[in-house]
């Protein structure tokens, strides 16, 4: 049974810097895409970012794009979350998704609804 235990989170400044882990186990990954998604209080679950396990291309929401960065390591099969330039609207629970994606036709796009697994989530908390 795939497992995702995500870690790294806690308060930072904004400004500042954060990165997030999500280690990965119980399956092999090479088909995968490894998303991340943020629910901020009061709000929708929304993507993040995300990469294709096996080609690495990466995938960001705007509102990220420049700031965060989604990373894996093979041999430690773990996806990360590289956080830069927080601000205070970045302050959300941060969630690891896998999707089987060997079928896949096109180009990826993301969905709530599409992922097979899901982390229990991280609080990143930015202060002002």
């Known amino acids: 049974q795939v497992q995702l235990v995500e870690s790294g989170g806690g308060m930072v400044q904004a400004g500042g810097s954060v990165r997030l882990s999500c280690a990965c186990s119980?399956?092999?990954?090479?088909?995968?895409?490894m998303n991340w998604f943020r629910q901020a209080p009061g709000k929708e679950r929304e993507f993040v970012a995300a990469?294709?396990?096996?080609?690495?291309?990466?995938y960001y929401a705007d509102a990220v794009k420049g700031r965060f960065t989604i990373a894996r390591d093979f041999a430690k099969n773990t996806v990360y979350l590289e956080m830069n330039n927080v601000k205070p609207e970045d302050t959300a629970v941060y969630y690891c998704?896998?999707?089987?994606?060997?079928?896949?036709?096109?180009?990826?796009?993301?969905?709530?609804?599409?992922?097979?697994?899901w982390g229990k989530g991280t609080l990143v908390t930015v202060s002002s």
């Open positions: 998704a896998a999707e089987f994606t060997k079928n896949y036709i096109g180009t990826y796009q993301p969905t709530l609804h599409g992922m097979d697994y």
């Open positions: 119980g399956g092999t990954f090479n088909y995968y895409a």
């Open positions: 990469i294709r396990w096996s080609s690495g291309t990466t």
